[in-house]
């Protein structure tokens, strides 16, 4: 299996795992966690294979010559900036969007949630550069974690369908 998948597919799965504690703190119950870990999925998903093969591409191409540990470091950097980013764009127009007050995506709760999003896109980053070679010799394992992703973005994009 090439390292390239591998770590995506790791990427992908740390990024919707850590949607479940977020899930909760802001659904506050099992059925909204599970409404927003699916529903996440389906951006999880489409980010990941697009903005993420990206900022990996860039990442390994920046990284080639350094060590894991610097590698990691940097591909922690990259998932934090882009994540952050794009959750500060898309979240910050949602929240606007929901209460017609623009001033709703700078306030503290929005901000909170845009903070703790963007550590958890460096995590996945980190985690899918710092395990890729590992993972790419159990192709196994691999295809679990991407379809266990793709599963559960199937059910989450069946919730949007229908709400």
């Known amino acids: ?53 990206v900022l990996a591409w860039l990442g390994h191409r920046i990284s080639r010559e350094w060590d894991d540990r610097r590698a990691t470091i940097l591909f922690f950097g990259l998932g934090l900036v882009g994540v952050g980013l794009w959750s500060f764009m898309v979240l910050g127009a949602l929240l606007s969007a929901a209460t017609g007050d623009p001033g ?26 710092y395990f890729a070679r590992e993972a790419a010799d159990r192709p196994l394992l691999v295809v679990v974690l991407g379809v266990s992703v793709a599963l559960c973005a199937v059910l989450g994009g069946m919730a949007l369908g229908s709400a």
């Open 104 to 129: 709703t995506a700078t306030s503290g709760v929005a901000l909170a949630s845009v903070l703790y999003l963007a550590v958890a896109g460096g995590v996945s980053a980190a985690v899918g550069r």
């Open 1 to 53: 299996m090439p390292v390239f998948a591998a770590g995506l597919a790791l990427a992908a799965f740390t990024l919707l795992a850590l949607q479940v504690p977020y899930g909760f703190l802001v659904g506050r119950s099992v059925t909204n966690a599970v409404a927003w870990v699916t529903a996440s999925a389906v951006v999880i998903l489409l980010v990941t294979l697009t903005a993420g093969s």
